[in-house]
């Protein structure tokens, strides 16, 4: 059994939907409410919230390899209760700022978690992404309002990935050989700026799409509302504040997991250009 969490997120739903298409299973998907996720027929849905580990032991009855989405309940007592249950391999979603920004805070509590998978006596496999590509809907509801979208660091490539990519490298390390392990730092196959990001979705839409090039510290108070003022800033600096060549990095490590080119954020927008509509 394999259980996947995050199912409803992009890259978790994508995961579940590549499990299931190459007949990998059985297959659970965690959410917190069961009815709302609507998962392909024969993937089980199972309820549980990380803010309360009691409830998600059930998930895990009976689960062989796991998927964690983390840093949302206690992590250590998340990986206990998988051990417990009989966990025997965890693909970890962490983030590629361990290696690019150790020192900021969020960076921190990823490679905290690392640690702890690493240290749980289960086997692993760590996944460390850039920036994704689905990080443009945070543009959708101005876009749909013909409002203008507001970006500080407007010309600053970062090479962004597919969620799709990211759930095809942890289908690989659940299902084959040799991925136990690894770590592997996953970007898409070409650096992106947010303003080519815009165009991209305005080709799609078919219509001009307001763009405005704003000052970090406007981005700063609209973005501290959110997330606080220490986490806006860490979005800052790994989105073009204080960038660095790890970061930059153009990486072919989703094509040598998977033998497929790594998506282009162009086929991510005409997949999903209903969103801005
Ligand atoms: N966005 C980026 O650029 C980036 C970069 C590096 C790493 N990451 C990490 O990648 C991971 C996956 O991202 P994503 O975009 O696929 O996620 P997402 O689309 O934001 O979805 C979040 C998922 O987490 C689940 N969730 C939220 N709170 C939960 C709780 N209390 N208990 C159980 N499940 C809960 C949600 O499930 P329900 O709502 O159905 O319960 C949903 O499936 C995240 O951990 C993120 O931190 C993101």
């Known amino acids: 059994m394999i259980l996947v969490t995050g199912a409803t997120g992009n890259v978790g739903s994508a995961l579940l939907q590549e499990l299931h298409a190459r007949g990998a299973g059985p297959l659970r998907g965690l959410t917190r409410d069961a009815v709302r996720a609507s998962f392909s027929k024969g993937v089980e849905a199972v309820e549980g919230d990380f803010a309360d580990v009691a409830s998600v032991k059930p998930a895990l ?19 206990d209760a998988a051990r417990q249950a009989g966990v025997e391999h965890v693909v970890l979603v962490s983030s590629i700022t361990v290696q690019t920004h150790p020192h900021l805070g969020p960076a921190d509590e990823n490679l905290a978690v ?21 990080n443009a809907l945070w543009w959708a509801t101005s876009i749909r309002e013909h409002q203008p979208v507001r970006v500080p660091y407007a010309d600053i490539g970062l090479p962004t990935i597919h969620p799709a990519d990211i759930a095809s490298v942890a289908r690989v390390a659940l299902t084959e050989s ?25 080709v799609a839409l078919e219509r001009e799409v307001p ?11 609209d973005m501290a509302v959110f997330l606080g003022d220490e986490a806006a800033d860490a979005v800052l600096d790994v989105t073009g504040g204080d960038v660095n060549d790890e970061l930059l990095k153009v990486r072919d490590t989703v094509s040598r997991v998977t033998g497929s080119p790594a998506r282009r954020f162009h086929q991510w927008v005409s997949e999903n250009a209903a969103a801005f509509r």
């Open 61 to 79: 009855e009976g689960v062989r390899q796991l998927f964690l989405v983390s840093r949302i309940g206690s992590d250590a007592d998340i990986l």
């Open 114 to 134: 690392e640690r702890l998978l690493q240290g749980s006596g289960m086997a692993w496999t760590i996944l460390r992404p850039t920036q994704f590509a689905s």
């Open 211 to 221: 763009f405005a090039e704003i000052s970090r510290e406007e981005a700063h108070r």
């Open 178 to 202: 040799g991925h136990q392990g690894r770590t592997y730092a996953l970007t898409g196959p070409e650096r992106v700026t947010a303003r080519q990001q815009v165009a991209a979705i305005a």
